[in-house]
């Protein structure tokens, strides 16, 4: 049973820092592709970041130079440290897991950027 367990979510004032995990089960973790996707009320999800099975990275415009996406293969996690946090962060964020026509998500985590 394949699972996606997301962590690390919560309240935050604009300018903090805040850092997800996602640690995954009942998969070859090296092979996939991992990624954080979020959805903010009334939004389509939407992607934030990828880091591949060999360990490149993208991330999307709105985030880049605010938030990192690493892996530990070894403990099967995938992580996102946000900084310079902004009430426009705030969403439900995703953890994927992709491989070839296998895709998988986790049941999501909320964080909430407010003064």
């Known amino acids: 049973q394949v699972q996606l367990v997301e962590s690390g979510g919560g309240s935050v004032q604009p300018g903090g820092s805040l850092r997800l995990s996602c640690a995954a089960s009942?998969?070859?973790?090296?092979?996939?592709?991992m990624g954080w996707y979020r959805q903010a009320p009334g939004k389509q999800r939407e992607r934030v970041a990828i880091?591949?099975?060999?360990?490149?990275?993208t991330s999307a415009g709105a985030v880049k130079g605010r938030f990192t996406i690493s892996r530990d293969n070894a403990k099967k996690t995938v992580y996102l440290q946000m900084n310079s946090l902004n009430p426009e962060d705030t969403a439900v964020y995703y953890c994927?897991?992709?491989?070839?026509?296998?895709?998988?998500w986790g049941q999501g985590t909320q964080v909430t950027v407010s003064s």
């Open positions: 880091i591949t099975s060999g360990g490149s990275t």
């Open positions: 994927n897991a992709r491989n070839l026509q296998l895709d998988y």
């Open positions: 009942g998969i070859m973790f090296i092979l996939y592709d």
